[in-house]
Nanobody, 125 residues
Framework: QVQLVESGGGLVQAGGSLRLSCAASGLTFSSYAMGWFRQAPGKEREFVAAIRWSASTYYADSVKGRFTIARDNAKNTVYLQMNSLKPEDTAVYYC???????????????????WGQGTQVTVSS
């Protein structure tokens, strides 16, 4: 069965950095696009970043220039490097996978087939 397991969350001061990892198993990783989403307390889950099998990347405007998504197909892992963190980045971060032939925009959550359990990121001011 497919599993996506996030790690790397934690508590960091504003201006700091964290790197999240998402290890995938049970799927042909290189054939899937991977995305990161987040959900802050009291808010809806929102798109953060996505990366295609070809390594093309997409970002939400709120994180562009601060976050970087990358993938290592040999390790079946996708990363989210988060720099210049702000208190408003505080959220549970989820990784998700969708098949390469899905044709919805990458921010469409229903286009993703599999989801991880999430990892908490807290940014203190």
């Amino acid at each position: 069965q497919v599993q996506l397991v996030e790690s790397g969350g934690g508590l960091v001061q504003a201006g700091g950095s964290l790197r999240l990892s998402c290890a995938a198993s049970g799927l042909t990783f290189s054939s899937y696009a991977m995305g990161w989403f987040r959900q802050a307390p009291g808010k809806e889950r929102e798109f953060v970043a996505a990366i295609r099998w070809s390594a093309s990347t997409y970002y939400a405007d709120s994180v562009k220039g601060r976050f970087t998504i990358a993938r290592d197909n040999a390790k079946n892992t996708v990363y989210l490097q988060m720099n210049s963190l702000k208190p408003e980045d505080t959220a549970v971060y989820y990784c998700a996978a969708r098949t390469a032939y899905a044709n919805s925009y990458y921010y469409v959550q229903t286009s993703y087939n599999y989801w991880g359990q999430g990892t908490q990121v807290t940014v203190s001011s």
